[in-house]
């Protein structure tokens, strides 16, 4: 139990780290679009970013799946990247949009599993019982990207409802800003892939 406590405590500070921030870009760029009242839609949205992650967290702990780390480094900030674009570029927010988004979420949370899987393997070690450290790091990780949500959909909140700033100019400015933000680390990091 105190290993669990340990684990979840190093997962939710790993994703609300200001030193590792695209991990929060991504999750308010994700999200950036609903308002408070969407949160079953947000709820869908941030559980299909959890399977995907949770699946290429596990295989890569576990060494089943081995990755390019400065590969993965730079898709995370393309994962950002595209999900801003989809939202400068959506003016209409439809079904399909709306399902678009799901499966973006899922296949981005593939790349993002694997980012974090490079922190994980650095705590644990040559541990060979990794299943409940694994558990509660993931556990963490979801108690932290929740925390990020739930101040995004505030701040969406406060915004749009209580400053009666149309909604589309919101997300036109986050979505921008946090595309400027992103393109820059792609461009950084694009520099620093090693193909070996």
């Given at each position: 139990?105190?290993?669990?406590?340990?684990?979840?405590?190093?997962?939710?500070?790993?994703?609300?780290?200001?030193?590792?921030?695209?991990?929060?870009l991504f999750?308010?760029?994700?999200?950036?679009?609903?308002?408070?009242?969407?949160?079953?839609?947000?709820?869908?949205?941030?559980?299909?970013?959890?399977?995907?992650?949770?699946?290429?967290?596990?295989?890569?702990?576990?060494?089943?799946?081995?990755?390019?780390?400065?590969l993965i480094?730079?898709?995370?900030?393309?994962?950002?990247?595209?999900?801003?674009?989809?939202?400068?570029?959506?003016?209409?927010?439809?079904?399909?949009?709306?399902?678009?988004?799901?499966?973006?979420?899922?296949?981005?949370?593939?790349?993002?599993?694997?980012?974090?899987?490079?922190?994980?393997?650095?705590?644990?070690?040559?541990?060979?019982?990794?299943?409940?450290?694994?558990?509660?790091?993931?556990?963490?990780?979801?108690?932290?990207?929740?925390?990020?949500?739930?101040?995004?959909?505030?701040?969406?909140?406060?915004?749009?409802?209580?400053?009666?700033?149309?909604?589309?100019?919101?997300?036109?400015?986050?979505?921008?800003?946090i595309f400027?933000?992103?393109?820059?680390?792609?461009?950084?990091?694009?520099?620093?892939?090693?193909?070996?």
């Amino acid at each position: 139990m105190q290993d669990f406590g340990l684990y979840f405590q190093l997962g939710w500070q790993h994703i609300c780290d200001w030193q590792g921030y695209d991990h929060i870009l991504f999750v308010t760029v994700l999200c950036g679009t609903y308002l408070l009242a969407d949160w079953r839609k947000v709820l869908i949205l941030v559980t299909a970013f959890t399977i995907g992650h949770s699946i290429t967290l596990a295989l890569s702990v576990l060494n089943v799946v081995k990755v390019n780390t400065s590969l993965i480094e730079f898709l995370i900030p393309v994962t950002i990247v595209l999900t801003s674009l989809v939202n400068i570029l959506n003016k209409q927010r439809s079904a399909n949009t709306v399902r678009f988004s799901y499966f973006l979420a899922l296949i981005f949370g593939l790349i993002h599993g694997l980012g974090f899987s490079n922190y994980l393997k650095s705590l644990l070690g040559s541990s060979t019982n990794i299943t409940a450290q694994l558990f509660a790091f993931n556990v963490g990780l979801e108690f932290g990207q929740v925390l990020i949500v739930l101040t995004v959909l505030i701040l969406a909140h406060v915004i749009i409802k209580l400053l009666k700033t149309p909604r589309r100019d919101w997300v036109l400015f986050l979505s921008s800003a946090i595309f400027g933000i992103a393109f820059i680390m792609c461009i950084e990091r694009f520099v620093l892939i090693k193909f070996t």
